[in-house]
């Protein structure tokens, strides 16, 4: 069997370690593309040509329906990072391509940064550092009790790979938590133990909010002024989806009300300017779309990917394959 990859030499080692290269190794002829993502797209027609597997990930060209025309015998695609869309056409399921990603793997390390920013933003630390730091008395700083994670009302805008991750945790927690999501029957809210809800109950209603909405063209602008005026007086949004799903501008007017405190991970302009006005807002905490990002997250993602290969040679079950009526669906 003759493996392909078709990744960045930047962002292959992030994904690959030593050890994901030496088993991908034992499964078949391995032709790595090098160079940069236009040196690897300049190289992808050759490589694909004999392949009947293909790894590609963060730093890979999009395929090009040319390139696959002209790959008789591939039969995989395993993609080491999340978004396909963009990146690999859907026509692949008509030439009988089986597509894999590493999301659900990705979800973890999305879901973990969800909890820390919830806890972060209901005991406060960051910010009895800052206060003692300028000199702030001792005991008026301690003055602030926080609260309990077990004790809030969280309402979740999605249920796809990270929602059910971050789920998970908060229900370790205890929290209650309601999901927003026209896709989510009554039999899978019961199995992941959540209630279902409209938006305008998420919004009007809980105590923290996180949006995990993917990209389709009905999300655009989903969140609106009219749901982000219905957030509640000190509850906490966490937006670490796509920024495509929210109206940031009327995000902003809302935060500069003070009513509500939010860590915002994505934005429509990416990197954000120094001078972005929600640098200047004390109650938003602000990160580079940072929250997929963890080396665990990284190393795991690559050799699921390779192990995912594993499976094909043998025959047996994937378990990272996006079936064709979920493609549309991801983010």
Not at 39 to 50: D, F, K, N, S
Not at 264 to 286: C, R, Y
Request: aromatic share 6%.
């Amino acid at each position: 069997m003759r493996i392909a990859t078709v990744i960045a030499d930047a962002r292959y080692r992030l994904m690959l370690t030593e050890a994901a290269d030496a088993h991908l190794d034992t499964l078949g002829e391995v032709a790595h593309a090098k160079g940069d993502t236009k040196a690897v797209a300049a190289q992808a027609p050759e490589l694909l040509r004999g392949a009947d597997v293909i790894l590609t990930g963060w730093g890979s060209p999009a395929l090009q329906e040319a390139w696959l025309e002209s790959a008789p015998n591939l039969r995989l695609i395993c993609h080491c990072a999340g978004s396909v869309r963009g990146m690999i056409p859907m026509s692949i399921y008509d030439r009988g391509i089986t597509l894999c990603h590493a999301a659900p793997i990705i979800a973890d390390s999305v879901a973990e940064f969800c909890i820390s920013l919830e806890l972060l933003w209901l005991r406060r630390p960051h910010l009895m550092d800052r206060q003692l730091k300028a000199g702030v008395p001792w005991r008026e700083v301690g003055q602030f009790t926080g609260s309990l994670l077990s004790a809030r009302r969280v309402g979740l805008v999605g249920s796809g790979y990270v929602a059910q991750r971050h789920i998970r945790l908060l229900l370790a927690f205890g929290a209650q938590v309601r999901v927003a999501d026209p896709y989510l029957t009554a039999e899978r809210a019961a199995e992941l133990g959540v209630e279902r809800a409209t938006l305008e109950e998420v919004f009007g209603e809980s105590d923290i909010i996180a949006i995990h909405a993917p990209k389709t063209p009905e999300t655009h602008h989903m969140i609106n002024a009219d749901l982000l005026a219905r957030i509640r007086p000190g509850a906490i949004l966490i937006q670490n989806a796509r920024s495509w799903v929210v109206d940031q501008e009327a995000l902003l007017r809302e935060l500069r009300t003070g009513r509500f405190v939010a860590a915002i991970d994505v934005f429509d302009q990416e990197p954000q300017p120094p001078d972005s006005p929600f640098f200047a807002l004390d109650n938003v905490i602000v990160t580079p779309h940072a929250a997929g990002h963890s080396r665990d997250s990284h190393e795991r993602q690559g050799m699921a990917m390779v192990e995912e290969i594993e499976r094909f040679t043998r025959g047996e079950p994937l378990r990272y394959a996006i079936p064709r009526d979920r493609y549309e669906l991801l983010a």
